[in-house]
């Protein structure tokens, strides 16, 4: 059953996944994302575990990818963050998006296993 502390562990685990984009690094998601997981992209596909794996590891081009308006919710052993991010695209424009993340408590620990984003 998930521990007192979890909004503090959701919230690094949140952190990181923001950060294991920008910094294109799939082994940080291979230890966070469930085995089932699956995402579903701006553009309305949805991948599975290893498309996204190979989606984080092309990079998508933004940079100074931040966080901002993260809300929280613990729901026994699920939890949902909503958050918005503010990104530097590409040809240097500003973007915008909102994403929400699904994590599920497993073996222990908090293990993402949907995430959705949408650009705004």
Do not use: K
């Not at 996944?17 to 085995?35: K, Q």
């Not at 990079?59 to 729901?75: F, K, N």
């Amino acid at each position: 059953m998930p521990e007192q502390d979890d909004h503090a562990t959701l919230s690094e685990l949140n952190a990181g996944y923001v950060r294991g984009v920008e910094e294109r690094d799939p082994a940080w998601f291979e230890r966070h994302l469930a085995p089932d997981f699956m995402n579903s992209n701006p553009d309305g596909s949805i991948v599975d575990r290893a498309g996204f794996l190979a989606q984080v590891a092309a990079g998508s081009g933004s940079s100074r990818i931040e966080a901002h308006d993260v809300l929280v919710r613990v729901l026994g052993e699920f939890a949902i963050i909503h958050a918005r991010t503010t990104f530097e695209t590409p040809s240097g424009a500003a973007g915008a998006a909102r994403y929400t993340d699904i994590w599920s408590w497993q073996d222990g620990r908090w293990l993402c296993v949907a995430a959705q984003v949408t650009r705004c």
